[in-house]
T-cell receptor
C-alpha cells in the first residue's frame, strides 16, 4: 500500500515560477525524503527531513514537514525547464526497514 | 561508471519464461532493494536485503525471488513471467546503520512480458 500520496498528480508552470508539491502520509515517520525522476530514469535523492525538523533548505528547494498533519511540501523556487521531472516523497518509519514511496507529481516547466 | 548498475536495461519476454534481472554496486553499501514502478503507482518494494544472509520480502514479493550473491550483487528473478509483471524495475542501495540515509538507484530495467 502507498504510504505517501502526492498532490497534485501533475503540475504545469512557466519558467521562473515557483512549484509546490504536497505529500501526505498515514503512519508515524522518523524521516521523509524527496526524490526526482527524469523520464524513465533512476530516481535521484533531493533532500531528507527528519521528524523533529520543520523546514529544510537546499539551493532552490525548500521542504516543510508537519507531523501533526502528516504532510510535507516541496517548493522549487524560480523553476527552470530542466526541473521538468517527476517528484516523489518517500517515508521511513521505525517499524519498516525500507522507504515507502508515494505515487509522484509530474512537473512540467514551460520555457 | 555508474555506482549502481542494472542489467539488462530492456527485456522483452514471453509468458512463462524465467527472467533474471541483475544489480551490482560499487558503493560498498550493505543494504540493497528491488522496487517495481508502474505508471501512476509510484514505487513498490519487492524484496530487500541488509547483508548476504538477510533477505526480506516487501509488499509485492509474490511471483518473485531474489539472490544476494555477494555484498555487491543482488539479483531478482521471475520464475514464470506473466504479463502483469510488465513494469520498470529498480535496484537501489543504501548505507547501513541507522534508519536515515538516502537511496541510490540504478537506471532501471524495463521488462515487457508478452
Amino acid at each position: 500500500s502507498q504510504q505517501g500520496e502526492e498532490d497534485p498528480q501533475a503540475l504545469s508552470i512557466q519558467e521562473g515560477e515557483n512549484a509546490t508539491m504536497n505529500c501526505s502520509y498515514k503512519t508515524s515517520i522518523n524521516n521523509l525524503q524527496w526524490y526526482r525522476q527524469n523520464s524513465g530514469r533512476g530516481l535521484v535523492h533531493l533532500i531528507l527531513i527528519r521528524s523533529n525538523e520543520r523546514e529544510k533548505h537546499s539551493g532552490r528547494l525548500r521542504v516543510t514537514l508537519d507531523t501533526s498533519k502528516k504532510s510535507s511540501s516541496l517548493l522549487i523556487t524560480a523553476s527552470r525547464a530542466a526541473d521538468t521531472a517527476s517528484y516523489f516523497c518517500a517515508t521511513g518509519d521505525t517499524g519498516r526497514r525500507a522507504l515507502t514511496f508515494g505515487s509522484g507529481t509530474r512537473l512540467q516547466v514551460q520555457p | 561508471d555508474a555506482d549502481v548498475t542494472q542489467t539488462p536495461r530492456n527485456r522483452i519476454t514471453k509468458t512463462g519464461k524465467r527472467i533474471m534481472l541483475e544489480c551490482s554496486q560499487t558503493k560498498g553499501h550493505d543494504r540493497m532493494y528491488w522496487y517495481r514502478q508502474d505508471p501512476g503507482l509510484g514505487l513498490r518494494l519487492i524484496y530487500y536485503s541488509f547483508d548476504v544472509k538477510d533477505i526480506n520480502k516487501g509488499e509485492i514479493s509474490d511471483g518473485y525471488s531474489v539472490s544476494r550473491q555477494a555484498q555487491a550483487k543482488f539479483s531478482l528473478s521471475l520464475e514464470s513471467a506473466i504479463p502483469n509483471q510488465t513494469a520498470l524495475y529498480f535496484c537501489a542501495t543504501r548505507a547501513g546503520q541507522g534508519q536515515f540515509g538516502e537511496l541510490f538507484f540504478g537506471e532501471g530495467s524495463r521488462l515487457t512480458v508478452l
